[in-house]
């Protein structure tokens, strides 16, 4: 049985730092991508970040581009999110998601990952 379970969540100011960690037991398919995606109350579930442990290719989406870096330790089963320069509207429960789509144009496709956490929140204040 799969099993995803995100750690780091809290509460920060803006402008603050927060990282984020998924470990996966039960999943042996450690070559498929591994991704974080968030939804705020009221808003679709959005990819923000993807890791292709192949060949090492990351995707994000544009709005944490620059702020968010996603990293994995193929050893520990273990996907990260170091998240800087945190804004109010990065609010929202942070979901790990595995198993992803080989063709990483759907890489931050919510609808395209077989296995997901439970999420953690993140609440930024201004």
């Known amino acids: 049985q799969v099993q995803l379970v995100e750690s780091g969540g809290g509460s920060v100011q803006a402008g603050g730092s927060l990282k984020l960690s998924c470990t996966a037991s039960?999943?042996?398919?450690?070559?498929?991508?591994m991704a974080w995606f968030r939804q705020a109350p009221g808003k679709e579930r959005e990819g923000v970040a993807s890791?292709?442990?192949?060949?090492?290719?990351?995707y994000y989406a544009v709005s944490v581009k620059g702020r968010f870096t996603i990293s994995h330790d193929n050893a520990k089963n273990t996907v990260s999110l170091q998240m800087n320069s945190l804004n109010t509207g990065d609010t929202a429960m942070y979901y790990c998601?595995?198993?992803?789509?080989?063709?990483?144009?759907?890489?931050?496709?919510?609808?395209?990952?077989?296995?997901w956490g439970q999420g953690t929140q993140v609440t930024v204040s201004s």
């Open positions: 039960g999943y042996t398919n450690s070559s498929s991508p």
């Open positions: 998601a595995a198993a992803g789509p080989w063709d990483s144009r759907y890489s931050l496709r919510s609808d395209r990952y077989n296995y």
């Open positions: 890791f292709y442990t192949i060949s090492g290719a990351t």
